[in-house]
Nanobody, 116 residues
Framework: QVQLAESGGGLVQAGGSLRLSCAVSGRIFSFNVMGWYRQAPGKQRELVADITWGGNRNYADSVKGRFTISRDDAKNTVYLQMNSLKPEDTAVYYC??????????WGQGTQVTVSS
């Protein structure tokens, strides 16, 4: 069984920073892509950033220049460094991993709240 454990969410003032972590455990094949999504109340879940096995990074326009996705292969962990946070970044953030067989795994989500 594959498990994704997210951490690092919390309450922060606008302009502040948070670092999310997602540790992957269990029996998983090689990663194809690892990413972060978010879902705000009343809105659809959206891609925030992802990183391919080859290291290519993709960001939502709304977070470019403020968020950075990275990966530690030795720890099977993907990170999301979030700087210059805005109230509109408030959401539940989910980690997602897609393996080379195309199977998708999701974390349970971590709440990020940015106060104005």
């Amino acid at each position: 069984q594959v498990q994704l454990a997210e951490s690092g969410g919390g309450l922060v003032q606008a302009g502040g920073s948070l670092r999310l972590s997602c540790a992957v455990s269990g029996r998983i094949f090689s990663f194809n892509v690892m990413g972060w999504y978010r879902q705000a109340p009343g809105k659809q879940r959206e891609l925030v950033a992802d990183i391919t096995w080859g290291g290519n990074r993709n960001y939502a326009d709304s977070v470019k220049g403020r968020f950075t996705i990275s990966r530690d292969d030795a720890k099977n962990t993907v990170y999301l460094q979030m700087n210059s946070l805005k109230p509109e970044d408030t959401a539940v953030y989910y980690c997602r991993v897609v393996d080379t067989r195309g199977q998708s795994f999701w974390g349970q989500g971590t709440q990020v709240t940015v106060s104005s």
